[in-house]
């Protein structure tokens, strides 16, 4: 004869083993929960970085630009210093030029003077 168990006995470890489902699934959800939420912390923590990051970078852009308008207007005024340093040099080459001539001029007729009072004193 097949013994049968007792209907009890089989509800009882039947609802045994649903209840360590339940648990084991309590357990399962409760580290899920908690994973996302420390991803989630991490995810407000990375995203508060990266808008740090993109207000550095919109800081130094603005910076090379201004950087990029000094140095664009230090050069136009390297350019015209060497523009007028280049005038000036003409202009001391033209002054030169005629002071040459001027002390040739002033010799030939101090020459010409020591000539003339050389011939007056014969």
Known sequence: MATKEDPIVLLTDSV??????VVQLKATLKQREDAIAQLE???LSLSNQL???????AEQREKI???KT????????????EKELSDHKAKLKEVTESAKDLAAKIKALEKEKAKEKGKGKE
């Open 16 to 21: 045994k083993t649903s209840l360590t489902q």
């Open 41 to 43: 912390s991490k995810n």
């Open 51 to 57: 808008q740090k990051e993109q207000a550095t970078v």
């Open 65 to 67: 630009l201004a950087d």
């Open 70 to 81: 000094q140095i664009e207007a230090q050069q136009a005024t390297i350019s015209a210093s």
